[in-house]
């Protein structure tokens, strides 16, 4: 371990350490809340964090050390700003086409080489939020996703944004950059499935380097009747939300949620329950894609 390293797991443990004991939690009743939250973290691991024998790495471990600063009482990021650098990308998973559509992979292939970008794409998101909102019409309007990526090999520079709709051909949306980079070039395939930009960031990433980036997707009045959204992952994600918000003159009377993967397709109806809006959290989901469906009785 780099000197650097050593200091940077040292002071974090002495935090950790603190934090615990100003809360007045165990490390085994830390460890159960975090494994009702879905973070499997050993009992042995969270004592090499206190001890300072170790430190996070990889995305499970920053997901769980997410979750402690929260159960810790503690400001986002207050732990993860002392762990300093790191050389290691943590454990990347498969990197897979996301459902089921060999067809539609191939058009995917077809957008990437159009945009001159390596296919399989070599960046990550590490974290995800998703954003949806529905108009009046009950008709997908406006999107904007925040991401942190990650680049798991060599420099990344610039990174293909998709928007898939299997099995429907759509005139291409209008996407934005945001936040993080610029867009430097638009590709729509002939089907009409498929609408991609190429954001070129702002500063290039040299793995394990993360950065984070913001674009968005509105749809015209004139677009097709859009009444899913959602979003899909090549590699696993420490956190995805998708978050649906519907117009107070909208709202469904019937909605479904959709998670499918490569190899699995699964439906689950939800309920508003006096909300406007849903909102769909995963940990350490994917590949795969995560979203919604909704309609209405009266047929509109």
């Not at 454990?91 to 086409?97: K, S």
Request: glycine content about 8%; overall charge negative; proline content about 7%.
């Amino acid at each position: 371990m780099e000197r650097g390293i050593r200091k940077a797991a040292e002071g974090f443990a002495g935090s950790f350490r603190d934090a615990i004991n100003e809360q007045g939690l165990t490390l085994a009743r830390l460890h159960e809340q975090l494994r009702v939250r879905g973070n499997r973290v050993s009992m042995a691991t969270l004592s090499y964090w206190r001890s300072g024998a170790r430190r996070p790495e990889g995305a499970q471990s920053m997901a769980a050390l997410s979750d402690i600063e929260e159960l810790l009482n503690l400001e986002p990021g207050a732990l993860t700003t002392l762990l300093g650098a790191t050389n290691r990308t943590g454990p990347l998973g498969p990197n897979q086409f996301p459902i089921d559509e060999r067809e539609l992979e191939e058009a995917v292939k077809a957008a990437f080489a159009a945009l001159g970008a390596e296919y399989p794409d070599t960046s990550r998101e590490l974290t995800t939020h998703s954003v949806t909102d529905v108009n009046a019409d009950g008709n997908v309007a406006f999107s904007m996703t925040r991401s942190i990526l990650q680049s798991t090999v060599g420099t990344v520079t610039s990174i293909p944004f998709l928007e898939l709709s299997p099995g429907v051909s759509t005139p291409p949306p209008i996407m934005r950059a945001v936040s993080g980079g610029r867009i430097a070039a638009r590709y729509s395939h002939p089907s009409g499935e498929v609408h991609g930009v190429l954001f070129e960031l702002d500063v290039p990433l040299t793995a394990p380097e993360t950065s984070i980036v913001e674009w968005s997707v509105e749809y015209p009045s004139d677009y097709p009747p859009q009444r899913e959204t959602g979003h899909a992952l090549a590699r696993q994600c420490r956190e995805l939300l998708v978050w649906t918000r519907f117009h107070p003159d909208a709202l469904p009377d019937r909605i479904e949620e959709r998670v499918e993967t490569p190899n699995s397709f699964t439906a689950t109806e939800l309920t508003l329950d006096g909300r406007t809006s849903v909102h769909q959290v995963r940990r350490a989901f994917g590949p795969g894609a995560l979203g919604v469906s909704w309609s209405y009785a009266d047929g509109r």
